[in-house]
């Protein structure tokens, strides 16, 4: 690879690392599985190796995912609770190097018994629990503190969370140190998590992607009480060893069970790479019969002294490493693969399977990715082809099985136009991709950037495929701006809309005018801008003014800005169509200054938790962001504790027999918006509450 491609290869790997890494830590809502994710961060280790001139201090493969909590109204858990006080660690909370490959646990033996030159030592093999870690200080035998990970230099103060966590002792027995620190993982057994997901559907809520996203958005909650009900188990399997003076690792561990510390029993003292090899056969299927999740093995070496010879690199420990399990795989045949142009004009190659079950889901499409990978597979139409998940929604072709490759099967051609367009497709030097360069007059990259600017993470504004479809078809919208302009007239003039439907996505474009500059900006599709850069850029400058102003050495000062995003939003910036655009929509209303989240339009709700229910003439995500810029709390189910159920239409029969029980007012959207302040609530809706119409949400899979 040259040096411009491992620099564009570089950016785009940090900012994909990053933004999956919140979603991972923060949103307890993961987009990509966690053997791509390790994928990726394998690879950007590589070409940082390999091209130490683009290191940063702050790239991903140098600091741990941090579950700090997130900014107000960011947490993907309503109940979730905004602003835990953050606290130092005594010693740095550190991640685990970690592997799919035995071959590597066999280097990393080698690499230690080099490093030790001779000293005896043993391993001490463990599960890796899946879960979210957790650090708890005794002091006196009494539980005093209890950290999140955090960033690994500070965590969440959740400590009458835990305190509600049965198996956590709040007072020590036996001959415990005057004071220590001990880490695990909070856990959240299978039985609870279907139990919490089936209460949480019957009230309306999204369910948990899996346990640990339950586990970590539980242990985060506003009320500790909640907590308690959540099923949260724990497990110990690290005591700092500045912190006590036990010869070995399976020393402490056992005198901390001794103590009446929750600690597992399924780990082994292992004697070198035969006996690691032998313990991971058994847990890789045994644990399938365990009543948690596990994510593969933690093989550490035993003794502490020759731990501390081996010491840390800034993200990991030297003396452990994790060896993980492979996702669940299945087999099918690929029936045929479509080319889909995204909002870039990148084409990208999916494949047409055979339908198979996969970890509990159908399975009909999977993502190629691109050329190469095609070219590297060797893949043909009527293969038999190993499907992987992609996180959430997208499933991706990992491998063929060749034994089953029918005799005469045709390599797939891929096109050199654009399957929409027409138009020669390009390919830079540096890309992994082929592109369209009809940006202009491409439909697809038209109607994606619609799509991108509509969607929920960015303006959050009520339309799906089948509407923007629509949009394009009727001439409605080309551009963004374009949406600002449609009439309730024009709208009724399209197949199948009525007049409920029409109003709500008029308040939901009314709605989008609240929408903080950070997204605005994360709106736009500006290339390499995520989210966490949208962030980064809003803050720093404030405005789009100063933003466009700026030259490319001052957008790289910026954190995490490299040449690569500057020069993207350098050029995006000085483009005489994009400014008109940015006009357009700046003159629709459109925020394009003030950093952070929703400004704080009131405090007409100051210290009142609001729970939510039903469907209102604007979003959820909106209504929550609503309660909040006015000082309120959004709450997820309701207790004695909450100040109102906010009942849209059809609110949960669930949530109001729990109001009635506990003398919780219901208020309906009109009442709730009558208790804003006139000015603040300008620019949302009033109307009383519309049905929900059906639009659809845009999905490829
Ligand atoms: S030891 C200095 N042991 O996996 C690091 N970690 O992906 C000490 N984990 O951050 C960690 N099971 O949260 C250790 N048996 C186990 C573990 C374990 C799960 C977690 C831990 C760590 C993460 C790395």
Same mark, same amino acid.
């Given at each position: 690879?040259?040096?411009?491609?491992?620099?564009?290869?570089?950016?785009?790997?940090?900012?994909?690392?990053?933004?999956?890494?919140?979603?991972?830590?923060?949103?307890?809502?993961?987009?990509?599985?966690?053997?791509?994710?390790?994928?990726?961060?394998?690879?950007?280790?590589?070409?940082?190796?390999?091209?130490?001139?683009?290191?940063?201090?702050?790239?991903?493969?140098?600091?741990?995912?941090?579950?700090?909590?997130?900014?107000?109204?960011?947490?993907?858990?309503?109940?979730?609770?905004?602003?835990?006080?953050?606290?130092?660690?005594?010693?740095?909370?550190?991640?685990?190097?970690?592997?799919?490959?035995?071959?590597?646990?066999?280097?990393?033996?080698?690499? $230690?018994?080099?490093?030790?030159?001779?000293?005896?030592?043993?391993?001490?093999?463990?599960?890796?629990?899946?879960?979210?870690?957790?650090?708890?200080?005794?002091?006196?035998?009494?539980?005093?503190?209890?950290?999140?990970?955090?960033?690994?230099?500070?965590?969440?103060?959740?400590?009458?969370?835990?305190?509600?966590?049965?198996?956590?002792?709040?007072?020590?027995?036996?001959?415990?140190?005057?004071?220590?620190?001990?880490?695990?993982?909070?856990?959240?057994?299978?039985?609870?998590?279907?139990?919490?997901?089936?209460?949480?559907?019957?009230?309306?809520?999204?369910?948990?992607?899996?346990?640990?996203? $339950?586990?970590?958005?539980?242990?985060?909650?506003?009320?500790?009480?909640?907590?308690?009900?959540?099923?949260?188990?724990?497990?110990?399997?690290?005591?700092?060893?500045?912190?006590?003076?036990?010869?070995?690792? #399976?020393?402490?561990?056992?005198?901390?069970?001794?103590?009446?510390?929750?600690?597992?029993?399924?780990?082994?003292?292992?004697?070198?790479?035969?006996?690691?090899?032998?313990?991971?056969?058994?847990?890789?299927? +045994?644990?399938?019969?365990?009543?948690?999740?596990?994510?593969?093995?933690?093989?550490?070496?035993?003794?502490? +002294?020759?731990?501390?010879?081996?010491?840390?690199?800034?993200?990991?420990?030297?003396?452990?490493?994790?060896?993980?399990?492979?996702?669940?795989?299945?087999?099918?045949?690929?029936?045929?693969?479509?080319?889909?142009?995204?909002?870039?004009?990148?084409?990208?190659?999916?494949?047409?399977?055979?339908?198979?079950?996969?970890?509990?889901?159908?399975?009909?499409?999977?993502?190629?990715?691109?050329?190469?990978?095609?070219?590297?597979?060797?893949?043909?139409?009527?293969?038999?082809?190993?499907?992987?998940?992609?996180?959430?929604?997208?499933?991706?072709?990992?491998?063929?099985?060749?034994?089953?490759?029918?005799?005469?099967?045709?390599?797939?051609?891929?096109?050199?136009?654009?399957?929409?367009?027409?138009?020669?497709?390009?390919?830079?030097?540096?890309?992994?991709?082929?592109?369209?360069?009809?940006?202009?007059?491409?439909?697809?990259?038209?109607? /994606?950037?619609?799509?991108?600017?509509?969607?929920?993470?960015?303006?959050?504004?009520?339309?799906?495929?089948?509407?923007?479809?629509?949009?394009?078809?009727?001439?409605?919208?080309?551009?963004?701006?374009?949406?600002?302009?449609?009439?309730?007239?024009?709208?009724?003039?399209?197949?199948?809309?009525?007049?409920?439907?029409?109003?709500?996505?008029?308040?939901?474009?009314?709605?989008?005018?609240?929408?903080?500059?950070?997204?605005?900006?994360?709106?736009?599709?500006?290339?390499?801008?995520?989210?966490?850069?949208?962030?980064?850029?809003?803050?720093?400058? /404030?405005?789009?003014?100063?933003?466009?102003?700026?030259?490319?050495?001052?957008?790289?000062?910026?954190?995490?800005?490299?040449?690569?995003?500057?020069?993207?939003?350098?050029?995006?910036?000085?483009?005489?169509?994009?400014?008109?655009?940015?006009?357009?929509?700046?003159?629709?209303?459109?925020?394009? #200054?003030?950093?952070?989240?929703?400004?704080?339009?009131?405090?007409?709700?100051?210290?009142?938790?609001?729970?939510?229910?039903?469907?209102?003439?604007? #979003?959820?995500?909106?209504?929550?962001?609503?309660?909040?810029?006015?000082?309120?709390?959004?709450?997820? #189910?309701?207790?004695?504790?909450?100040?109102?159920?906010?009942?849209?239409?059809?609110?949960?029969?669930?949530?109001?027999?729990?109001?009635?029980?506990?003398?919780?007012?219901?208020?309906?959207?009109?009442?709730?918006?009558?208790?804003?302040?006139?000015?603040?609530?300008?620019?949302?809706?009033?109307?009383?509450?519309?049905?929900?119409?059906?639009?659809?949400?845009?999905?490829?899979?």
């Amino acid at each position: 690879m040259d040096i411009q491609a491992a620099q564009i290869r570089i950016a785009e790997l940090r900012e994909i690392l990053r933004e999956n890494s919140r979603r991972y830590y923060v949103d307890n809502a993961p987009t990509m599985s966690d053997y791509e994710f390790d994928q990726l961060m394998h690879e950007l280790e590589r070409l940082e190796a390999e091209f130490p001139q683009f290191d940063s201090p702050d790239s991903p493969t140098r600091r741990v995912g941090s579950d700090l909590d997130a900014p107000v109204g960011a947490n993907a858990e309503s109940g979730a609770r905004q602003g835990f006080v953050q606290r130092p660690h005594r010693y740095p909370m550190l991640s685990l190097g970690n592997t799919y490959s035995i071959s590597e646990i066999e280097e990393f033996a080698a690499r $230690a018994d080099k490093a030790l030159d001779g000293m005896p030592f043993t391993y001490s093999c463990e599960l890796k629990f899946d879960g979210t870690a957790i650090c708890l200080s005794y002091r006196k035998g009494r539980l005093v503190q209890a950290l999140t990970r955090g960033d690994g230099i500070q965590g969440d103060d959740v400590t009458e969370n835990v305190r509600r966590i049965p198996g956590i002792p709040q007072q020590l027995q036996g001959d415990y140190p005057e004071e220590f620190e001990i880490r695990g993982e909070i856990l959240m057994p299978y039985a609870a998590f279907d139990a919490l997901n089936r209460e949480r559907e019957a009230q309306e809520e999204a369910p948990f992607a899996n346990p640990r996203n $339950a586990a970590s958005g539980s242990l985060k909650l506003i009320d500790p009480e909640e907590v308690a009900h959540r099923g949260l188990i724990c497990t110990l399997y690290h005591i700092p060893a500045e912190s006590v003076t036990f010869a070995s690792h #399976s020393e402490a561990l056992d005198a901390a069970a001794r103590w009446g510390l929750p600690v597992s029993e399924d780990r082994r003292i292992c004697h070198g790479i035969h006996e690691i090899k032998a313990f991971i056969d058994h847990w890789d299927s +045994a644990r399938k019969f365990l009543p948690y999740a596990t994510d593969g093995i933690v093989i550490k070496i035993n003794e502490l +002294a020759c731990q501390r010879m081996l010491g840390y690199t800034a993200k990991s420990p030297r003396w452990a490493v994790a060896y993980k399990f492979k996702a669940e795989q299945a087999c099918t045949e690929l029936l045929s693969i479509d080319y889909q142009v995204g909002r870039t004009g990148a084409v990208t190659p999916v494949a047409n399977l055979a339908p198979v079950q996969l970890s509990g889901t159908l399975v009909k499409r999977a993502t190629l990715n691109n050329a190469d990978q095609m070219a590297l597979l060797d893949i043909r139409v009527g293969d038999w082809v190993f499907v992987e998940k992609g996180g959430e929604i997208i499933p991706k072709i990992t491998g063929i099985d060749p034994a089953r490759r029918v005799p005469g099967a045709e390599r797939p051609a891929f096109p050199d136009r654009c399957p929409d367009c027409g138009t020669p497709l390009v390919r830079g030097e540096a890309e992994a991709k082929w592109f369209c360069p009809n940006q202009d007059g491409c439909p697809m990259q038209i109607k /994606g950037r619609l799509l991108h600017f509509v969607s929920r993470k960015a303006m959050d504004i009520l339309a799906g495929d089948m509407t923007v479809d629509q949009f394009y078809a009727a001439g409605l919208a080309r551009t963004a701006a374009d949406l600002y302009d449609i009439s309730k007239y024009q709208l009724l003039s399209l197949e199948g809309w009525q007049d409920r439907a029409a109003q709500r996505f008029l308040d939901s474009l009314d709605a989008s005018r609240q929408v903080p500059f950070e997204r605005v900006l994360f709106a736009l599709g500006i290339r390499y801008v995520g989210e966490t850069t949208a962030k980064g850029l809003a803050r720093h400058f /404030g405005d789009i003014d100063a933003l466009a102003a700026a030259t490319r050495e001052q957008l790289l000062e910026v954190e995490d800005v490299g040449e690569v995003i500057a020069c993207s939003v350098f050029e995006f910036l000085h483009n005489p169509a994009h400014l008109e655009q940015i006009a357009r929509l700046r003159a629709a209303g459109l925020r394009f #200054s003030g950093a952070g989240q929703d400004a704080a339009l009131s405090d007409a709700l100051a210290g009142k938790t609001v729970v939510i229910s039903g469907n209102f003439s604007i #979003s959820r995500e909106r209504m929550k962001d609503l309660i909040v810029a006015h000082g309120g709390k959004a709450g997820s #189910s309701v207790s004695a504790r909450t100040a109102f159920l906010l009942a849209g239409a059809k609110p949960g029969p669930e949530k109001l027999r729990k109001c009635e029980k506990f003398g919780v007012p219901v208020v309906s959207e009109e009442e709730f918006m009558a208790m804003l302040p006139e000015t603040a609530s300008a620019g949302l809706p009033s109307g009383a509450n519309p049905q929900p119409a059906a639009i659809e949400e845009p999905t490829l899979f």
